[in-house]
RNA sequence: GGCCCGUUCGUCUAGCGGCCUAGGACACUGCCCUCUCAAGGCAGAGACCACCGGUUCGAAUCCGGUACGGGCUACCA
């Protein structure tokens, strides 16, 4: 039987970056095993619906280099993929089983619930649903249901145990009197997770469910849901949850948690998925650098770890400069160029790419890097011109020496330009470094870049004189 | 409170009974390279494998308990 996974985001904002991981899971089980990947959406909560959520969830994984087979948009022969176009598939199963007597509709109102729950409380006992309507006779609810608004509660039974062998946790085991009678369909016609994630499974021909560690808890809750349709459970793997750095659940007051974040910070895809796979994945070898068709080919469920990781920024960090310096020059220049303003002229942009490729961890701090180029607005502080050890006076009447060097540079080229630097510092008495620190800062405004002499070349004639004029002005 | 899960350097992790006086990576420190910053190279510091007991000739690895952390506990997913 050929394998069909699915992962089933609910559109209740941008994508998570753990749900990414999720999904990258299943996305690498999928491909490994040359089998069907399926998006479900999982809009039953109608309250929680956020408009443009469905198209973040395409444009995010796109971004992200996943593909899959069926979804809303793609079609399939499993289909509606919109959990709220499958309502009467919902309603006709949770109907099923009301006639089989695994189920029952309860017409408590929320504020008799609330009530309970709060005396429950009280006096210190599990909150649970308390079975009145269970007993009310099959004939009499059926009536009552036609007429009056009502859920449908799974009869859970009293006592006995349910179990699941699932492939990261190993064997788990739950009481089941500890399990309520939870909601199958809700008052609105629409089904609750529970029903509708086991329906859909099912229905979908689900081989494999991968899906994050939070849901482990209610595990117990669809493994009785199968039983009371009969079905067959599919083998099930939980993955560890993506941690804040305080051991919480990844979360906004973490800092970004959206792909959307990431990649408008100037992350890149490769970098983000070597880094998110590796979080509660390793393939057992010292290796850690993997692009997505290595990490295809080299997961393993088996490997997948128990404990939650932490999200580390730093070594997100150091994946994408990683990433980055693995791009060809074009490919870097055309996702730096996304980043910049439109009106940087493009060639002189593309020039500085190999001078800058090692210089960045991000996409955005090219931009950086590289603006003194684009624009005359430089800070002309004494700080970033005037080195340790010299005076404005002095170090101003250098500038006006390196003026005069790179004026009559012949040719104009960075070997020429770094000659007269160097001739300079000589002429002065300086060290070389301190002649660079002034230029570097008067020309780029800043103590810190590439290649200097490239610099200066690339800004060309004019204006660098200009910078060294305005530089030896702004600090006297 | 109840149920469930987890616990190897600060962080991500290797390890699945002897190869471990615990390996790699990020971050950190120093040196080299060097016009600065990076990148790169080399070196270093950093984990009594949460704790206690047991099994065994031998335990980070198996078992039990404790502690701490986390998740779930809705007509949310």
Redesign the pocket.
């Known amino acids: 039987m050929s394998v069909r996974v699915r992962f089933?985001?609910?559109p209740?904002g941008s994508l998570h970056i753990g749900s990414v991981r999720t999904t990258l899971y299943n996305y690498f089980f999928a491909r490994q095993q040359k089998g069907t990947l399926i998006l479900r959406i999982?809009?039953?909560?109608q309250?929680?619906l956020v408009e443009g959520a469905i198209d973040s969830i395409y444009d995010g994984l796109r971004w992200m280099g996943i593909d899959w087979d069926e979804g809303p948009r793609e079609g399939g022969a499993y289909g509606p993929y919109v959990?709220s176009e499958r309502l009467p598939v919902y309603q006709e199963h949770a109907r099923a089983l009301v006639g089989s007597g695994a189920a029952y509709p309860?017409f408590?109102?929320?504020e008799r619930?609330e009530e309970m729950?709060r005396e429950q409380q009280a006096r210190?006992?599990?909150?649970?649903?308390d079975g009145r309507c269970r007993s009310i006779e099959p004939r009499e609810a059926a009536d009552r249901a036609a007429a009056e608004?009502?859920?449908v509660r799974l009869k859970v039974p009293e006592d006995g145990t349910i179990a699941i062998d699932d492939a990261v946790?190993?064997?788990?085991?739950?009481?089941l009197h500890?399990i309520?009678d939870?909601?199958l369909l809700?008052?609105?016609g629409?089904?609750?997770?529970?029903l509708?994630?086991v329906i859909d499974d099912h229905l979908m021909k689900i081989t494999h469910v991968f899906r994050g560690?939070?849901?482990?808890?209610?595990t117990?809750k669809h493994l009785l849901v199968y039983r009371a349709f009969g079905w067959e459970v599919p083998p099930h793997a939980h993955l560890?949850?993506v941690?804040g750095?305080?051991?919480?659940?990844l979360a906004k007051r973490h800092g970004a948690t959206k792909v959307e974040q990431f990649r408008a910070e100037g992350y890149l895809p490769e970098a983000l998925a070597n880094y998110l796979a590796?979080?509660?994945?390793?393939?057992?070898?010292?290796e850690?650098v993997f692009s997505l068709a290595d990490l295809v080919s080299r997961f393993r469920i088996?490997?997948v770890?128990?404990?939650?990781?932490?999200?580390?920024r730093?070594?997100l960090?150091?994946f994408n400069?990683?990433w980055i310096?693995r791009l060809d020059e074009d490919e870097l220049f055309r996702r730096v160029s996304a980043f910049a303003p439109e009106e940087w002229d493009r060639a002189v942009l593309r020039a500085t790419i190999p001078h800058i490729r090692?210089?960045?961890?991000t996409l955005v701090e090219a931009r950086d890097q590289v603006s003194f180029l684009f624009t005359d607005d430089i800070p002309r502080s004494a700080e970033v011109i005037v080195p340790k050890k010299h005076e404005p006076a002095e170090v101003a009447a250098a500038l006006g020496r390196a003026g005069v060097l790179i004026r009559y540079a012949d040719p104009f080229d960075?070997p020429a330009v770094?000659a007269g630097l160097r001739a300079l510092a000589e002429e002065l008495g300086w060290p070389?470094?301190d002649v660079?620190?002034a230029v570097?800062g008067a020309v780029t405004g800043?103590?810190?870049?590439?290649?200097?002499?490239?610099s200066i070349v690339m800004l060309g004639k004019e204006r660098a004189l200009d910078r060294l004029e305005q530089a030896a002005e702004a600090i006297v």
């Open positions: 089933a985001p609910s209740t999982e809009d039953t909560d309250d929680r959990q309860c408590c109102s929320k619930l729950r210190k006992e599990v909150t649970r649903y608004r009502h859920v946790y190993g064997r788990i085991e739950w009481p500890a309520e939870q909601v809700k008052s609105d629409f089904p609750t997770y529970q509708a994630v560690e939070d849901w482990l808890p209610s117990p560890p949850n941690l750095p305080d051991g919480k659940k590796l979080i509660g994945w390793a393939p057992g070898t010292e850690e088996e490997q770890h128990k404990a939650g990781g932490k999200w580390d730093e070594r960090l150091y400069g990683l310096r090692e210089r960045m961890r960075p770094d070389v470094r660079h620190y570097r800043s103590r810190v870049g590439f290649s200097l002499y490239e």
